[in-house]
């Protein structure tokens, strides 16, 4: 039976969408399509849902794409969504024109209940059919039997596989667990052939230890083999900061051979913490075949963004401190710009790290893609949380620092301003509670790559926004209601 899906049409909605541009000199003379200075404001269309089939693809050994779910060439989006009491994974299907929002499948999680905070998923060719696999935490919360009627049973969490297929996860399969599955508190997973040998592999975390699960892998969640030889280094998360154990996993290739090379960035307690570069090595060999410290920062982010074929790393200081107060106040402190460092020509070298001028209070989230197809990479971010200094342009949406020759500038970018409804579940928000998130950008099949931001409500997603085109004036947006079904 063919799956179903949602089209979308175009209404107004409420929810606006702003974009801005500033320059310096003549650095913008790049690129003369991009956007010019000054305000305007736009209005991105929103859902009116509509039925249409599911695109099937042919998979193969073939397949290149990490995130084509049906393997018909396209990237597609995996989203959480929570709906009433019900949480699952709903993946929206690109296209030649980009993510469509009408093909979609909806994937129930394994079990019958969930915790609304507990899917975080990232998309890989596990068992290398040419179909992207969903890989991540699922947090079930189950009853005690020992104790029937408990009011705050205990959630129990686990990885899991959702296999890829032609027309995207089978929603009737059960997910598949990971074998000998990893401990609660590996809360990533991140896909990548970290040996070269042209199979996905999988990085987990356990406390300040990374787990190596080499491809392929089986249907029923096995790995080729498995390897727990790398350690964060010891205080590597800063001078003080105590919590050594891995918060986030980033993959790219940073210095242009065949092996995805990994960024680790320790959680901090509050703190900034110093990520670190492990580079791939050769097929069967040891990794990291290299690895190298890399700036204080609160969130990494992987793009080309000079253009010159191989991965940089942009650090960004979030604003997080964990000042102990001193006579009832925290110490203050001022936002460190953003940092990039850009991929080397040697192999195994260190990566070349350059401050970003005019970055400064920028920082809290980053994300990078191509969104202009001039290929370079922009790099996407937000302003930080120090309150009293940021906090009014914080509101103000997202940042898009465009891909330049000779690497970002803080001076050539544009803005698009995103806000949360005034209104919601009958109640008026603040404008603190209209704040948005940058969800992630990526190729989707269009003919440049596409921002998604969200809208969350006591930290569940609620609403998502598609951005299109240089100034992201294009795209739509939907809520959580209209895509927790297909």
């Not at 399969?173 to 040998?197: E, I, M, V, Y």
């Not at 969104?371 to 509101?395: F, H, R, S």
């Not at 301003?417 to 990526?442: C, E, H, M, Q, W």
Request: charged content about 25%; aromatic content about 6%; some cysteine.
């Amino acid at each position: 039976m063919t799956r179903r899906a949602l089209r979308a049409s175009a209404v107004l909605l409420s929810c606006g969408l702003i974009a801005t541009a500033c320059a310096a000199g003549d650095e913008r003379s790049e690129d003369a399509a991009r956007p010019k200075p000054g305000k305007r404001e736009f209005s991105l269309p929103a859902w009116k849902p509509a039925t249409a089939d599911v695109p099937r693809g042919k998979g193969g050994k073939g397949g290149k794409l990490a995130s084509d779910v049906n393997g018909d060439g396209y990237g597609d989006l995996v989203l959480r969504v929570t709906h009433g009491k019900k949480s699952g994974l709903t993946v929206v299907y690109g296209s030649g024109d980009g993510l469509d929002p009408a093909a979609r499948t909806a994937v129930p999680g394994p079990g019958s209940r969930f915790s609304p905070y507990g899917i975080s998923v990232r998309t890989g060719d596990l068992d290398g059919d040419g179909f992207a696999d969903l890989v991540g935490l699922f947090s079930e919360v189950v009853d005690d039997p020992a104790t029937p009627g408990a009011s705050d049973p205990e959630p129990t969490a686990g990885q899991y596989i959702v296999w890829g297929g032609p027309e995207g996860p089978d929603p009737d399969a059960d997910p598949t667990p990971l074998a000998t599955a990893a401990a609660p508190d590996s809360l990533t997973g991140q896909p990548g052939d970290f040996d070269g040998d042209g199979h996905t592999d999988l990085a987990l975390t356990r406390d300040d230890r990374l787990e190596l699960r080499y491809g392929p892998f089986t249907r029923d969640g096995g790995a080729a083999r498995t390897s727990t030889d790398w350690r964060v280094p010891s205080r590597v998360a800063g001078s003080d900061c105590c919590h050594d154990d891995i918060g986030e996993l980033t993959a790219g290739d940073v210095n242009g051979d065949a092996a995805t090379d990994l960024v680790v960035q320790p959680s901090g307690d509050g703190e900034q913490t110093a990520a670190v570069l492990l580079l791939g090595g050769d097929a069967g060999g040891r990794f990291p075949a290299a690895e190298h410290r890399l700036p204080l920062g609160g969130a990494t982010a992987l793009g080309d963004f000079d253009g010159d074929g191989r991965g940089d790393i942009a650090v960004g200081d979030s604003g997080s401190r964990n000042n102990e107060a001193v006579d009832g106040a925290a110490t203050p402190h001022d936002l460190a710009p953003i940092v990039v460092a850009y991929g080397s020509r040697e192999r195994y070298a260190a990566p070349v790290t350059k401050t970003v001028p005019g970055s400064e209070a920028l920082g809290l989230q980053l994300a990078a893609a191509d969104l202009n197809g001039d290929g370079k990479d922009e790099l996407i971010t937000k302003y930080g949380t120090d309150l009293e200094a940021i906090l009014a342009k914080d509101l103000k949406g997202v940042v898009v620092l465009h891909g330049r020759d000779g690497g970002l500038s803080g001076t050539d970018r544009h803005s698009v301003r995103v806000s949360g409804p005034k209104r919601y579940a009958g109640k008026t928000l603040k404008p603190f509670d209209r704040r948005i998130g940058i969800f992630t950008a990526g190729a989707f099949g269009g003919a440049s790559a596409e921002l998604v931001l969200t809208w969350s409500r006591k930290t569940v997603p609620a609403r998502w926004w598609i951005s299109r085109g240089d100034a992201g004036t294009e795209g739509l947006t939907f809520t959580a209601g209209q895509i927790a079904s297909g």
